[in-house]
Nanobody, 117 residues
Framework: QVQLVESGGGLVQPGGSLRLSCAASGLIFDVYVMGWYRQAPGKQRDLVADITSSRNTNYAADVEGRFTISRDNAKNTVYLQMNNLKPEDTAVYYC???????????WGQGSQVTVSS
């Protein structure tokens, strides 16, 4: 059974940093596209960043230059380093895994990130 377990969320002041982690199990991690979405209250779930098996990355315009996505295939884990956080980054952050060439995808349970003074 595929599982994605997120950690690292919390409360941080504007300008601060957090690192989210997503540990995957039950899948051949190396071949999956891994990524992060976020959903703020009353808004749709939007892509934050993703990373392919060959480590090509893609970022939403409003996080590029502040957030960095990376993956450690030996640990079956994807990370999201978030720097210079802003109040508008406040949301539930969801990890996801997508098998290329198929419709298969799996979501984590979500991790709350709150940016507030």
């Amino acid at each position: 059974q595929v599982q994605l377990v997120e950690s690292g969320g919390g409360l941080v002041q504007p300008g601060g940093s957090l690192r989210l982690s997503c540990a995957a199990s039950g899948l051949i991690f190396d071949v999956y596209v891994m990524g992060w979405y976020r959903q703020a209250p009353g808004k749709q779930r939007d892509l934050v960043a993703d990373i392919t098996s060959s480590r090509n990355t893609n970022y939403a315009a409003d996080v590029e230059g502040r957030f960095t996505i990376s993956r450690d295939n030996a640990k079956n884990t994807v990370y999201l380093q978030m720097n210079n956080l802003k109040p508008e980054d406040t949301a539930v952050y969801y990890c996801y895994a997508k098998l290329p060439g198929t419709k298969y995808e799996k979501w984590g349970q979500g991790s709350q990130v709150t940016v507030s003074s």
